[in-house]
């Protein structure tokens, strides 16, 4: 029997409430396995399943290996130490990147470069270190814009480079990934890139310490002044606090610190974040969504224990409005404004982080909720699929890879026991892949 499975085993004879945790762990381990084996069925060795009518889906036409680089670390956290090694080497013998496709960096870095490097640090697997190097080398020429602010799409063979108009998440998530790669490769260009990005979005904030959701990386000039901490924009924030963390960066402190002062300043809306503008710092728009949800488990890291609590009971009740949480509400009416969910991860992790930090037991009771909605709304005969709606819950064809490496690793852990994952000594990026702080 597996370590995990003895763990939580042994759990089940320790008392009732941790009994009822074991078994809930033990659930999302099955609906884990049972989305993994749906995905080998259909679509092995292709980046993600569509579920509904049980066919794969390739992002950009060739395969990448999404799902099976991103679900690498959940596999072998969750103990399925077969699966995970049939993962392994389907990635050591099959990923390839000396591919001609143009792709979108920010995706690439935090699924598949994110990915390679938590499945090294968790195997000591060369060859998922030479996999992530030889990304990062291709990944490289987007920071040569006259700003050092990246490109958005960069082809993987030649270098060419495109998309001017980005956002701060796409410039601002890059650091813990390549940071981490120039600790294990000892080239400390990827760290240094990565970092200037970082750096020259933050210069470009405006008077009041806002950002706007999107920007020219070519002059560096603002074209969307709206401000909030949701998509586009959202971890951004969440880095500046975890490079803090994860590289001892004094740099990255004072930004996070001048940076959360703002936000808390102009976007807070007690106990909900809207949107307002950069400059002004008037408030445009009572907006809070599924992707915005993240922001309680930063607020709860960066040691605002108050605001995250509130915030993250605030995102339950979104949650609970239809069974689901929608991708965008208007908080003031209570009324949906974009009714899809596509699996997201970001209200599960908010509970997680604050269940670690508190252990307070009504974020295991909306941990099950969680489950139970999942279960009620996303299952199919082949995995799970996002809905069109939350009103209507009407299924989409789509299972996203970050399904297996956010949204049920950040459930299962919820209920789990303190010793199967190592909180204190590890970071999750935004994809939720464990950097660890220390080396061993």
Not at 71 to 84: N, Q
Not at 87 to 98: G, Q, T
Not at 273 to 286: F, I, L, Q, S
Not at 405 to 429: C, H, M, Q, R, W
Request: proline fraction near 4%.
């Amino acid at each position: 029997m597996r370590s995990t499975a003895v763990a939580l085993l042994l759990l089940a004879f320790a008392s009732p409430l941790l009994a009822a945790d074991a078994a809930l762990a033990e659930r999302v381990r099955a609906e884990f396995l049972f989305s993994w084996r749906a995905y080998e069925q259909y679509a092995w060795g292709h980046d993600e399943l569509r579920p509904m009518s049980k066919t794969p889906r390739d992002w950009y036409g060739e395969s990448l290996l999404i799902t099976p680089v991103d679900a690498l670390d959940t596999l072998i956290l969750m103990g399925f130490d077969d699966e995970a090694a049939k993962a392994r080497k389907l990635i050591d013998e099959k990923l390839s990147f000396d591919k001609d496709i143009s792709v979108k960096n920010f995706e690439i870095t935090i699924r598949v470069l994110g990915g390679l490097l938590s499945g090294y640090e968790l195997t000591g697997d060369k060859r998922l270190l030479e996999l992530a190097d030889d990304l990062g080398t291709r990944l490289l020429p987007v920071f040569n814009s006259p700003t050092g602010m990246p490109y958005v799409n960069v082809n993987l063979k030649t270098g060419k480079t495109s998309g001017t108009k980005s956002n701060p998440a796409e410039i601002g998530t890059l650091l813990l990934e390549f940071g981490t790669l120039s600790k294990h490769t000892g080239k400390r260009i990827y760290y240094d890139k990565a970092k200037n990005a970082l750096v020259q979005l933050y210069k470009r904030r405006s008077k009041i310490g806002l950002v706007g959701d999107e920007i020219d990386v070519e002059t560096g000039q603002w074209t969307s002044r709206a401000s909030h901490v949701g998509g586009a924009i959202d971890s951004y924030y969440e880095y500046l606090l975890k490079c803090a963390r994860l590289f001892h960066d004094r740099d990255c402190e004072e930004m996070w610190r001048t940076s959360i002062k703002a936000v808390n300043t102009y976007l807070a809306d007690p106990p909900w974040y809207g949107e307002a503008d950069m400059v002004t710092g008037k408030r445009t728009a009572p907006e809070f969504g599924a992707l915005h949800a993240f922001f309680p488990g930063v607020l709860a890291l960066g040691g605002d224990l108050r605001r995250a609590k509130a915030l993250e009971a605030a995102a339950f009740r979104m949650w609970q409005l239809h069974g689901i949480e929608p991708e965008v509400l208007n908080y003031k009416t209570m009324t949906v404004t974009y009714p899809g969910y596509p699996l997201r991860p970001e209200i599960i992790e908010s509970a997680y982080v604050l269940h670690r930090l508190t252990h307070e037991k009504e974020y295991e009771k909306m941990g099950k909720v969680f489950l139970d909605s999942l279960v009620a709304h996303c299952r199919t005969d082949a995995g799970y699929t996002n809905l069109k709606s939350v009103v209507t819950m009407e299924k989409g064809d789509l299972m996203p890879s970050y399904f297996l490496a956010e949204t049920l690793k950040y459930l299962y852990l919820i209920f789990a026991p303190d010793s199967v994952f190592d909180f204190k000594g590890n970071i999750f990026t935004t994809e939720a892949h464990p950097l660890r702080t220390r080396s061993r």
